[in-house]
């Protein structure tokens, strides 16, 4: 069946301007997750949402990173005034809500000029 | 605060022998443990998961946890080139959706 989706897969912004990244999960999944891979490091968790719950923001690294899920499928995060650190590349992933596997979309890679 | 260690590597291997990929966790209370393969400029793709001390086999992979000591690896048998790639480890601790803490992976080259 078809995978995790996200949108676009390279975007290149100047510093301070806005972004909007897309992820469409896979269908059935409800709980969705965003990461983020900078150049050489690790996967740093961003965000997620479970159902109808309140979604978990504990990761976003300032204000100026939000997210929503609409409908219980597809995700934007958003980034405000982009800053040259929001440089990475920005993972979506999705779960079913009875197991803990989680399955990645190809990223999306943001490069703020 | 809860870490996943894991050697940087690279792990260099010859064609058609084992690579064993290791992982420390520091939470007690974590329950779930996963594998990923990443080739370079791609996501992280599952390849194993764990949640029961021993060994799991699939195919030419086998995770092994050891709660006690906070251990996690992964086996790879019968190695190929097409394995070259960065294996990075995961763990999560609650039943139910929540977010993986990844270590920073293992950088794994297959030499022919």
């Known amino acids: 069946g078809a995978g995790v989706s996200q949108s676009p897969s390279n975007k290149v912004t100047e510093k301070g301007k806005d972004v909007e990244l897309r992820c469409d999960p896979i269908s059935g999944h409800t709980a969705l997750y965003w990461y983020r891979q900078s150049l050489g490091q690790g996967l740093e968790f961003l965000i997620y949402f479970q159902g109808n719950s309140a979604p978990d923001k504990s990761g976003l690294p300032s204000d100026r990173f939000s997210a929503e899920r609409t409908g219980g499928s597809v995700s934007t995060l958003t980034i405000q005034r982009t800053q040259q650190e929001d440089s990475a590349v920005y993972l979506c992933?999705?779960?079913?809500?009875?197991?803990?596997?989680?399955?990645f979309g190809p990223g999306t890679r943001l490069t703020v000029t | 605060q809860k870490e996943v260690e894991q050697n940087s590597g690279p792990l260099s291997v010859p064609e058609g022998a084992i690579a064993s990929l290791n992982c420390t966790y520091s939470d007690r209370g974590s329950q779930s443990f996963f594998w990923y393969r990443q080739y370079s400029g791609k996501s992280p793709e599952l390849i194993m998961f764990?949640?029961?001390?021993g060994d799991k086999e699939d195919g030419r992979f086998t995770a092994q946890l050891n709660k006690a000591s906070q251990y996690v690896s992964l086996l790879i048998r019968d190695s190929q080139p097409s394995d070259s790639a960065t294996y990075l480890c995961a763990v999560t601790r609650n039943s139910g959706n929540t977010p993986l803490v990844f270590g920073k992976g293992t950088r794994l080259s297959v030499i022919a």
């Open positions: 764990i949640y029961s001390n």
């Open positions: 992933a999705s779960s079913q809500s009875s197991t803990h596997e989680q399955y």
